[in-house]
């Protein structure tokens, strides 16, 4: 049963009539029942719906790996770096000195221990 409180919301919120404002409720308790109705799709149209929804409407879509510029501040510190752990730190103690990334990583041991340093650049910060 639809209350009436229900119907006339109905018809002051979407400016329609009584016989309207039922119609509308009783396909709306249809569909909740799960009931079949006159706007259903035919099961050819559910069909097209189904296979349209799977098509990837995005063909340019590059699946390849991504080559990075290359950051050539980056790749003189990694350089520098290299060069000082190298050539002229104190007392020579670093070993296994190792350009990972010649833009990013750079890793030594000291004594027995291994020691990995990472480049990251900042970005500017948002104004």
């Known amino acids: 049963m639809i209350s009436e409180e229900r119907i006339q919301k109905l018809m002051k919120t979407l400016d329609i009539t009584r016989e309207e404002a039922l119609e509308l409720e009783g396909y709306d308790n249809a569909v909740n029942r799960g009931e079949k109705t006159q706007y259903d799709l035919t099961p050819e149209q559910?069909?097209?719906?189904?296979?349209?929804?799977?098509?990837?409407?995005?063909?340019?879509?590059?699946?390849?790996?991504?080559?990075?510029?290359?950051?050539?501040?980056?790749?003189?510190?990694?350089?520098?770096?290299d060069n000082y752990l190298r050539e002229e730190a104190q007392a020579q103690m670093f070993e296994n000195v190792k350009i990972e990334n010649k833009s990013r990583k750079i890793t030594f041991s000291v004594g027995e221990k291994e020691y990995e340093l990472t480049l990251i650049e900042k970005r500017a910060p948002k104004k």
Do not use: D, F
């Not at 991504?66 to 350089?79: D, G, L």
């Open 46 to 81: 559910q069909k097209v719906a189904r296979k349209m929804s799977r098509i990837e409407y995005n063909t340019k879509r590059n699946t390849g790996k991504r080559t990075r510029q290359p950051n050539e501040v980056k790749e003189s510190i990694i350089a520098e770096l």
